[in-house]
């Protein structure tokens, strides 16, 4: 993407004062628009970590990623996350059941 485009969808990269437009969602997207694109957010330390502690938690082994202990922080965002997982999955569900 050239800088105009990125402006256009809101990239994080770029300083705020120089976005505009929307993020880019699906066309049928049914919660409330992101204030930022999505690919800066999915490379914040803060979701990858999350992203990962997911994973680790899917497989039984939280723990063994947080051997000093799970805070309350990283419960509540691994539960947002998780939350997030469904509705995507539940999304896809209802679209492919719509072919």
């Not at 990269?13 to 628009?33: N, Q, T």
Request: charged share 30%; proline share 6%.
């Amino acid at each position: 993407m050239d800088h105009e485009q990125r402006r256009n969808v809101r990239c994080g990269w770029i300083p705020e004062s120089e976005r505009k437009g929307h993020a880019l969602v699906p066309a049928d997207y049914p919660y409330k628009r992101p204030a930022i694109c999505c690919g800066y957010i999915g490379g914040l330390p803060e979701v990858i970590e999350t992203a990962r502690a997911c994973s680790w938690r899917r497989d039984g082994e939280l723990s063994m990623f947080y051997p000093d202990g799970i805070t309350d922080l990283v419960k509540l965002a691994v539960d947002i996350m998780s939350s997030e997982f469904k509705a995507v999955e539940q999304h896809q569900i209802r679209k492919s059941q719509e072919k």
